[in-house]
């Protein structure tokens, strides 16, 4: 059984990935790089920024149906995105 976890995505910050959660990546991190944890595609932080209280969610750049972070689109089957990044 998997725990619920806070959402978080991960953020380049010099040549590495931090996973971090999506307050830190909108407010923290905004203008880093972001990635997907599941599939490695590239997200956008969606969600007021600057505010404490609002409910960020986490958007891909490109949609991709192997992410299972993504209950609309997921195929079923987990697979890496197509342009995943590195
Ligand atoms: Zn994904």
Redesign the pocket.
């Known amino acids: 059984m998997q725990k619920l976890k806070p959402p978080t995505c991960e953020v380049k910050i010099g040549d590495v990935w931090c996973a971090v959660s999506l307050d830190e990546a909108a407010t923290r991190h905004v203008m880093a790089t972001k ?7 590239q ?1 956008m932080i969606l969600g007021a920024y600057g505010s404490p209280t609002v409910r960020r969610t ?1 958007s ?1 750049r490109k949609s ?1 149906t ?5 209950p609309r689109t997921y195929s079923g089957t987990p697979s890496p ?1 197509p342009q995943a990044l590195t």
């Open positions: 990635r997907c944890p599941a599939c490695y595609g997200v986490m891909h991709h192997g992410c299972s972070l993504m995105h």
